[in-house]
């Protein structure tokens, strides 16, 4: 068993079920209502708002693949478990069926009432087979013969013949068909082929029609003889969380035992087509084992996730101006020289700001300066997620191959990724990479890159530590810090860290970094409480915080503590809150506001001021129990003094926002902030900033 730090320790106050914390599963389909909001925004260009509307639906999807799921086991153990907010799981698991039938009624309105007709009125018509001509429909059928047909399998039930196994997420057709002579009637399924495009598209006059429209308007081709009495679209989601046991002895195996056994997790929820009769839903409520409470009605078409199909039409006039990420101005000189990024590095600390700075010009071109840098003995480096067109699994195979050593921990439990991770994992084993797959009870969600390099008569080394995953095509997405740095300290722990979790035993001491579950938890109570110190003494005192989350009920309680002590605090928490700002005698210092844009916000800083001193930290987690305790986390000092201000800077943006935030009320509601007569767009702002500073790199390696 790994040791872990012992969560009860005496630093963390703990909280009693109350309404100081907000409920966390409520909080996050409010960020999800927030997604919904700019779908329902006209003032977004046209396919932009058909993207969040196929976000909403995709974070929908997953919230009920494992929060809902996990809170339905919890119901189902018969156990009075409460969460940190005092409601027992029925109660939580009602309110989300409330909450989430508001909500999805919402998207199908927008969908059929806006975006929809708006599409249209652009020459984009997403419609069904009554907008066809006779030449359409023949077209059609044709296209239907050749392209669909042989891929379909109508399953009926009936003696000898049980209730088809339905895969998640899968989208089908429920039929009712009847034997004229007979009149005997049958229930069948047919699946809407996953591997075809969603929306057929007819001619070349842009009318679009949805494949399952497409097969039920032919399913007298697949029920010869049979009346179709009745069809409609239903969906059905799965559990799909799993967890590893603690005494696997073969990680990778336990992995994939459960991946298998994911594609036949319990039912969660049932999509059915508001136009089903109460007999077909009926049917197929029997034949999927729930309940009424799991069946959700939908005004619109199903799965509008697959809407993302959409936003790839060349349709410019309807989308954003596409941002192209500018090279980071301290690393121009090292796109011709790989190993001047080094030197780069060593005269100081160095910031990415991702995706206004590029990924691919600044930590790919480390990856790669480790390849072709004769010096460099070794590169290790953590992967929680990666994609195909990334250099970093290339690099550590051509490193390997070179003869450098090359390590790479592999997170083969990251949620969703956990089969293409496996992949990696094998292909790097099979070209001599050393692979360490981590903990069973532990995720290294750590990113953490360190460089070995012979300098001279000594080794030096380098590091970067981020916010963000090394992927390539989220690079472009979401928004991430990384700083790399050549400081002694900072990178002997990252060294000792990748020892400990490749070899045995436990760190003694890190000297700069926080690392969970080790030092993080206690690192920041303390620097909370030394800002609540100085606001007790009249000194500066403000707290600044940009995550994902903050859930951690014991956070929360000291955040609560320096509040009352007079500390001004600032949380930017861009998903989920349970931390209830703005109460009298509680929280009156406290101020959450959440970002929601073109970007995913998704760095992690942590900004503290106590009197004189400033203390200033990037890196992996965010504040939810399982950050602090139950994970590899890293955070990094920020010391560099350019950095620091850069860091700064890009806080100071995000709270000046008043364009894409939010700001959550003492009542935990969520209003959109009101634009002052010049508005403010952290996004906007950002890349004015990149641009600016590339422009003066330009003029300064001109000379001019």
């Known amino acids: 068993m790994l040791p872990i730090h012992n969560v009860e320790m005496a630093t963390r106050v703990r909280s009693e079920p109350t309404e100081r914390l907000l ?12 997604v919904l909001e700019l779908a329902e925004d006209d003032s977004l260009p046209l ?41 027992t799981p029925q109660q939580t698991l009602a ?52 392209e669909i047909y042989p891929v379909l399998t109508p399953l009926a039930v009936g003696p000898g013949q049980p209730f088809p196994y339905i895969s998640g997420l899968s989208l089908s057709l429920a039929v009712f068909a009847a034997d004229p002579d007979t009149g005997e009637e049958r229930f069948a399924r047919v699946k809407i082929p996953e591997g075809l495009a969603r929306f057929v598209e007819i001619g070349k006059r842009g009318l679009y029609l949805p494949l399952e429209q497409v ?9 010869p003889g049979a009346a179709i009495v009745e069809r409609a679209a239903f969906r059905v989601t799965r559990d799909a969380d799993f967890e590893v046991s603690d005494d696997a002895a073969d990680l990778l195996e336990a992995v994939e035992s459960q991946l298998r056994k994911r594609r036949f997790g319990d039912v969660v929820r049932v999509e059915v087509s508001a136009s089903a009769s109460a007999e077909m839903v009926l049917r197929l409520t029997h034949g999927l084992g729930v309940d009424e409470t799991q069946i959700y009605r939908i005004e619109s078409p ?26 980071p101005p301290r690393f121009v000189d090292s796109q011709g020289d790989l190993a001047r990024i080094f030197d780069e590095i060593r005269r100081g600390d160095v910031a990415v700001h991702q995706p206004y700075e590029s990924f691919r010009s600044s930590f790919e071109v480390f990856a790669q300066a480790a390849v072709e840098d004769p010096d460099v003995i070794a590169m290790k480096t953590a992967v929680y997620r990666t994609s195909d067109d990334s250099a970093l699994v290339g690099s550590l195979i051509q490193c390997a191959e070179d003869g450098k050593q090359a390590v790479c921990l592999v997170e083969l439990k990251a949620r969703f990724d956990e089969r293409r991770n496996i992949e990696w994992s094998r ?24 460089v070995v390099r012979r300098e001279g008569k000594e080794l030096r080394r380098y590091a970067h530590i981020g916010t963000g995953n090394y992927h390539a095509a989220t690079a472009r997405l979401y928004e991430d810090v990384g700083i790399f740095t050549g400081d002694d300290e900072i990178t002997a722990d990252v060294a000792d860290l990748f020892n400990f979790i490749t070899g045995f ?92 844009g073109h970007f995913l916000e998704h760095s992690r800083i942590y900004a503290f001021e106590a009197g004189d001193r400033v203390a200033t930290y990037v890196g992996s987690p965010d504040l939810m129990t399982r950050n602090l305790d139950h994970r590899i986390e890293v955070l990094v000092p920020v010391e560099n003094g350019r950095v620091r201000q850069d860091v700064h800077a890009l806080l100071d943006s995000a709270l000046e926002d008043d364009s894409n935030s939010w700001l959550l009320g003492s009542d935990g509601e969520w209003m959109r902030a009101s634009a002052g007569d010049k508005p403010h767009s952290h996004h906007a702002a950002m890349a004015r900033r990149a641009i600016t500073r590339a422009r003066r790199r330009a003029r300064e390696r001109r000379g001019v």
């Not at 409920?23 to 927030?34: G, T, W």
């Not at 509008?304 to 006039?317: C, F, K, N, Q, V």
């Open 505 to 596: 035993g436990r760190p003694q001491r890190f000297r700069k970094l926080l690392v969970a579950p080790f030092t993080l938890r206690t690192g920041l109570v303390d620097e909370i409480r030394s800002v609540a110190a100085a606001a007790a003494d009249g000194k500066v005192a403000r707290i600044r915080l940009k995550v994902n989350h903050l859930v951690d009920p014991g956070i929360v309680d000291e955040l609560y503590t320096a509040s009352r002590a007079g500390a001004s605090i600032d949380v930017i928490a861009r998903t989920t809150c349970a931390l209830r700002p703005g109460v009298e005698g509680l929280s009156e210092n406290i101020r959450v506001r959440s970002i929601v």
């Open 427 to 450: 292909a790097l084993e099979q070209a001599g990479v050393h692979v360490v797959h981590g903990f069973p009870d532990l995720k290294i969600h750590a990113k953490m890159t360190l």
């Open 95 to 146: 309110r989300i069926r409330e909450r989430v039938l508001e909500l999805t009624a919402r998207q199908s309105r927008v969908w059929r009432k806006e975006l929809s007709p708006a599409l249209a009125a652009e020459g984009v018509v997403v419609g069904g087979i009554e907008d066809c001509t006779e030449k359409d429909l023949k077209r059609l059928e044709k296209h239907f013969q050749r």
């Open 302 to 327: 199903l799965d509008l996730a697959e809407l993302m199909e959409l936003t790839a039409l060349d349709r410019p006039d309807l989308k954003r101006e596409p941002w192209v990420p500018v090279v």
């Open 47 to 87: 396919l932009e708002r058909v993207k969040f509307c196929s976000i909403f639906a995709s974070n929908i999807d997953e919230f009920f693949q494992v929060r809902v799921a996990g809170l339905l086991g919890q119901a189902e153990s018969g156990l009075a478990m409460l969460s940190p907010d005092g409601l």
């Open 215 to 223: 097969i039920a308007h032919f399913l007298p081709t697949l029920f």
């Open 23 to 34: 409920n966390r599963e409520l909080s996050q389909l409010d960020f999800h209502a927030r």
